[in-house]
């Protein structure tokens, strides 16, 4: 069967609608296998606020302490994931919460512990878990919490996570959820736009403010090995049971 990764930013699961999930309906009736990998943002950031956590800078990049993980952790297996997993069920999926860390199912290595801390880059998924649940007929839904050898947990960019899990199961796609239809050109959204062609509409100005870090965070996937990925809307159709509506980044040079 054909699997279809989404990547849910924290930002877009209190937005998504009804036309959101008839669409990943369509998809699952002609098929595919879905996959959720899902981050948490907003609400890591507002419990971090609550909590009275400072943020640590080094070298202008931000750092994940021991506290820091500890929150994340606690927010995207406890409050985000639990949100997706409603949300899913409300509307007709079985769905099953993992944290990355269980089972070894995302295992990572430190991308650089003195500047970055407890942040962790992929290193292999675990597909038996992933196909165990799905045989099953049931949605995995994933946080991005890996697992390094040693035991310890690290926190993993959810872009990334969904790029390296798309890659491990020959994802068919990997899609990118936000709150916009896709890249509009002249009033219009683009069906398909090669990376060079992306990187020049941001230097002429044509994507700008918000649309940015949308962009580039579904970039950045194509980074990690993908060749296309997909920025479709979370609050509308973007599957009809025929046709695609949104924007596939193609990863050409």
């Known amino acids: 069967m054909r699997k279809i990764v989404i990547k849910c930013g924290g930002s877009i699961l209190d937005e998504l609608t009804p036309d959101f999930f008839k669409s990943l309906k369509d998809l699952q009736e002609q098929g595919n296998q879905l ?33 820091t993980l500890e929150i994340a952790e606690l927010v995207l297996s406890g409050l985000t994931n639990r949100k997706l997993i409603q949300k899913l069920t409300e509307n ?12 070894n199912l995302l295992q990572a290595d430190y991308v650089d512990q003195d500047t970055l801390g407890f942040v962790g880059e992929i290193t292999s998924v675990n597909n038996k878990i992933i196909s165990l649940i799905m045989q099953e007929e049931i949605v995995p839904v994933l946080t991005p919490i890996a697992i390094h ?22 994802a ?13 050109v002249n009033g219009k959204v683009v069906d398909s736009l090669e990376k060079k062609q992306v990187e020049m509409l941001i230097e002429n100005g ?45 990863g050409k040079e």
């Open 35 to 67: 996959i959720f990998v899902h981050g948490g943002g907003p609400d890591i950031n507002k419990m971090l606020s609550l909590y009275e956590v400072e943020p640590v800078f080094y070298n202008g990049l931000r750092k994940t302490t021991e506290q």
């Open 92 to 103: 007709g999926f079985q769905a099953f919460g993992i944290n990355g860390s269980d089972a």
């Open 149 to 170: 050898k040693s035991g310890q947990k690290l926190n993993v960019n959810a872009d990334y996570a969904a790029a390296a899990v798309a890659q491990s199961v020959g």
């Open 172 to 184: 068919e796609q990997c899609i990118f959820v936000t709150d916009v239809a896709g890249i509009m």
């Open 206 to 250: 044509t994507i700008y403010g918000g649309m940015i870090p949308k962009v580039t965070s579904a970039m950045s996937a194509l980074d990690k090995g993908l060749s296309s990925v997909m920025i479709v809307s979370g609050t509308s159709t973007f599957y009809d049971g025929e046709n695609w509506k949104g924007t596939k980044i193609i």
